[in-house]
């Protein structure tokens, strides 16, 4: 997020049947979810609708304490304690909460919060795991729009419940879907295995309910193995590995790759469309001819190029254990065609300038690299 932005985040307690409240009381009483309420809007301006801010006057006998109270009517001579700042509409509050900080949060009720979500940057939303009777409720948070980034399942006295972060998608990620593709590139080696393994992690700890898929290529035609084995010539049979490696993509495309991103799961992909950029230009295929060939082909959301030097690939092959590594294929040979590998990736990301490519310094210890992906991830979705 760019240095400055102001953020708009709801909070709200969510029934299972999505009701909020019952005649401007909440239907439940859970403390642990008070207290996160509190933790969350001290020393943060909260914008309410009137009835929401005369129900929490009759319960505390004034407003929420270590806030500033933002009130919404349309009534043009409210009068209420002078702390309290009184707006007419919900622009105008927030415009009021923006003047003294960078956040601002939106308490309820109905009304406030469906005028509010199409704003909105971020939801704290705890899920009550129990349907309530009530006159009011949450608008629908729809997959399309929102990502569930974090959930923390609680056990209650009598009542279960999970305290769940929603992020507004980015535009760029909209693309008719609403899963998070990713790609991890670089020459043989690198530690992408590695950082996958790390990256899936990272993700299922968020939440349990994320779905990772996850595939590699070659995906399915295992003849393109054969021939990488079958001589040891790195610069041989060039347009026919280009040719199989990108009808077999198309297939990994069209199979799971576009199936799983409608259901809003993570897919992550071992090699994409750069390895046949980068491999088969090494071999003398034309750069641009490749990139063009694949345009059909759906975008990741994030590319990570793994970059270490030739040197180093070398070293880290030669120490793995050949029988997990399988035997060694004819890319693995030559360290000029390495070198020539790893500047393609390089200049593949300078043609591809539109893209989200990160070039990750795979040199370092894993547990660095993993840092710097994840938070990479974590400020992209
Ligand atoms: P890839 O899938 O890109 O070929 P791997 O994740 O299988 O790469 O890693 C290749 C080898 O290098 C493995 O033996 C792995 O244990 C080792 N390795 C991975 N990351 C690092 C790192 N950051 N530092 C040193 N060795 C590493
Ligand atoms: P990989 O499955 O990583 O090989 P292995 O597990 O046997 O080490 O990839 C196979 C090789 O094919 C790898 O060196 C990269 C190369 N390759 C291409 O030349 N073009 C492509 O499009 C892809 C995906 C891989």
């Known amino acids: 997020m760019p240095e400055n932005k102001k953020e708009l985040i709801i909070i709200a307690g969510v029934a299972k049947n999505n009701v909020i409240g019952s005649k401007n009381q909440l239907p439940w009483h ?19 609708g009137r009835n929401t801010y005369e129900s929490i006057l009759q319960a505390l006998g004034k407003p929420l304490p270590g806030r500033k109270n933002i009130v919404i009517t349309s009534n043009a001579n409210y009068q209420t304690n002078p702390e309290t700042l009184i707006a007419h509409s919900l622009q105008e509050a927030i415009q009021k909460a923006y003047e003294s900080s960078d956040k601002a949060f939106i308490i309820g009720g109905q009304q406030i919060y469906q005028q509010a979500m199409p ?30 980034t974090k959930r923390e399942e609680k ?65 399915k035609n295992m003849n393109i193995r054969d021939i990488l ?17 990108i009808i077999d993509r198309k297939q990994m495309a069209e199979e799971m790759v576009i199936p799983n991103l409608e259901k809003g799961h993570f897919v992550l992909s071992d090699r994409y469309k750069l390895s046949t950029i980068a491999y088969q230009t090494a071999q003398g295929l034309n750069m641009q001819q490749l990139i063009d060939k694949q345009n059909s082909l759906p975008d990741p959301d994030i590319v990570f190029i793994v970059d270490i030097s030739p040197e ?41 300038k539109d893209r989200k490519i990160f070039i990750i310094n795979g040199e370092r210890t894993r547990e660095e690299i993993t840092e710097e992906i994840c938070k990479i991830f974590d400020m992209e979705i």
């Open 30 to 48: 859970i403390k642990e979810d008070l207290k996160r309420f509190k933790e969350l809007t001290f020393g943060n301006p909260v914008i309410m």
């Open 155 to 219: 056990k209650g006295e009598n009542l279960d419940f999970s305290f769940s972060t929603y992020k507004k998608r980015p535009q760029s990620l909209k693309v008719n879907k609403n899963g998070i593709f990713i790609a991890f590139e670089g020459i043989d080696g690198c530690g992408k295995s590695t950082q996958i393994r790390n990256l899936v992690e990272h993700i299922f700890n968020k939440s349990k309910y994320n779905h990772i898929i996850l595939t590699r290529n070659p995906y």
């Open 119 to 148: 704003l909105a940057d971020k939801l704290e939303i705890t899920h009550i795991h129990r349907s309530f009777k009530g006159d009011a409720s949450f608008p629908e948070i729809k997959g399309e729009d929102w990502l569930e």
């Open 312 to 352: 180093e690939a070398i070293r880290r092959m030669k120490k793995e254990d050949i029988s997990i590594r399988g035997k060694e294929h004819k890319f693995e040979a030559s360290i000029d065609f390495i070198r020539k590998l790893r500047e393609n990736y390089l200049k593949a990301k300078e043609m591809l």
């Open 229 to 245: 084995h079958q001589d040891s010539d790195p610069y041989s049979q060039a347009e026919k590995l280009a040719d199989l490696f």
